[in-house]
């Protein structure tokens, strides 16, 4: 009888699927609609001997299709999510597609991205053998409130015999670590680009995450991303195994581990943390560490996350960012503050969120849009129907005013850039908006 259950749960799964990609519909309905028929049925399946999930606030659809990208060109076989649906119905869909309707799922790898806050959830019945945790930031704070309130959920995905695979340079991550055996830590040495002071519009590695003493920092990444030490308990910042050990953002290269260069293809510190995760597991695997920075070098996304293109005579990228995560938004702003010959910036805040309704903007003032005041941008254009809350926001800088241009209409903005001018254009805006955008221009 579980023999034919399971069976009938899989051929479901892979019948709706197949209907959904004709329709052009997303993968949670097949997961959901097996988890009704049978609950259990993660259970039920026969793993690969790798499984491998990887979550955290930022990068995880990045990171794992970077994954995905060195392990297949390597001869794996690599069943992994690419739609990006990452809670326990996706995953479901994921899992089931990939397996016979014996139900063994018949890739080397099953290679996870998971949301943070469900987790717990997807891996009661699936245990990783490695789990990568990204980052922990203020992240739509009306669904996920404070980071270490996501953190006590991540906690309670972690089970023994998992190896954890840790940002040691994010406090909060570090600390699932702290104490146990079975952890590898990533992280960078001190950069060229590091500040001794922070330098951004607020602290969440003030305190220690262990004792809650203040701690302090001998260098910062970004944010709160460094190396930090605890006054009083002893929590500090973990040796890593696998280190960032040179950056040189102007030039667009990366070193790994003293002698792995690696060209970038978006100069961004956000995006050299996304290349060492991918570039950890896949030296954990058994990847030579050459063939890894050799599949790195220069390569471009494929999620849309960076799109180039033009307008008019106008060359542009667009970045796209979380609305309510404000170190996805400087780590935007700072891309293109570091655009030496000259830049426009657009930035599009047209619905708060794709998910629920919400006016709250208040994440806005968590967002270091002083990086803006800089000789490198020229104009600043604000677009969207929440161009007012953004112009408020920018009247808190110390940005010239006959530097920011106001559009409700988004249609009306992108007029207004395609310009006889000859500066590039970087627009930061997130998932939800950037198609209104793309909609007007013609894509690289």
Not at 186 to 208: M, V, W
Not at 383 to 409: M, Q, W
Request: charged share 25%; with cysteine; net charge neutral.
């Amino acid at each position: 009888m579980g023999i034919m259950k399971r069976f009938f749960t899989i051929l479901i799964c892979k019948l709706l699927r197949f209907a959904g990609k004709l329709l052009g519909k997303g993968s949670s309905l097949p997961g959901q609609i097996a988890l009704k028929l049978c609950p259990d049925i993660l259970s039920r399946v026969r793993l690969p001997k790798y499984i491998i999930a990887v979550t955290g606030s930022n990068g995880k659809t990045s990171t794992v299709e970077m994954i995905a990208h060195i392990l297949i060109k390597n001869g794996k076989k690599v069943s992994w999510n690419k739609e990006g649906s990452n809670q326990i119905e996706g995953v479901t869909t994921l899992v089931l597609n990939s397996a016979t309707l014996g139900g063994k799922v018949k890739s080397d790898i099953l290679l996870i991205e998971s949301d943070e806050r469900f987790a717990r959830y997807t891996f009661r019945y699936i245990k990783p053998t490695h789990y990568v945790i990204t980052n922990l930031y203020r992240d739509q704070l009306t669904r996920n409130g404070h980071p270490e309130w996501v953190y006590d959920a991540l906690l309670d995905s972690i089970t023994d015999g998992t190896q954890l695979i840790l940002n040691a340079d994010d406090p909060l991550v570090a600390s699932f670590g702290w104490g146990k055996d079975n952890v590898i830590w990533f992280g960078a040495d001190k950069l060229s680009s590091d500040t001794e002071k922070l330098e951004s519009a607020y602290n969440d590695g003030a305190y220690c995450p262990i004792c809650k003493a203040p701690m302090t920092y001998s260098t910062h990444h970004y944010n709160h991303i460094g190396h930090y030490a605890c006054t009083k308990c002893g929590y500090k910042r973990p040796d890593t195994k696998y280190t960032i050990t040179d950056v040189d953002l102007e030039n667009g290269e990366m070193t790994v581990d003293g002698k792995y260069k690696i060209t970038l293809a978006l100069k961004s510190l956000y995006n050299i943390y996304n290349i060492l995760s991918a570039y950890t597991v896949a030296s954990i695997v058994g990847i030579d560490g050459e063939e890894i920075a050799m599949d790195m070098n220069n390569y471009v996304l494929k999620n849309g996350r960076v799109i180039t293109f033009e307008l008019g005579g106008r060359k542009g990228t667009l970045l796209t960012s979380k609305h309510e995560n404000s170190i996805s938004y400087d780590q935007s702003i700072r891309v293109a503050s570091a655009f030496k010959d000259g830049c426009d910036v657009m930035i599009i805040v047209d619905a708060v969120s794709r998910k629920y309704f919400t006016s709250d903007v208040s994440w806005l003032y968590d967002i270091d849009f002083e990086m803006l005041k800089n000789e490198n941008v020229r104009e600043i254009v604000l677009a969207g129907k929440y161009f007012n809350d953004l112009a408020v926001r920018f009247s808190y800088t110390d940005i010239p005013e006959d530097k920011i241009k106001l559009f409700e209409d988004i249609d009306e903005a992108v007029d207004y850039l395609n310009s006889d001018r000859k500066e590039y254009i970087y627009v930061i805006t997130c998932f939800s908006d950037k198609g209104k955008f793309l909609a007007k221009v013609k894509e690289d």
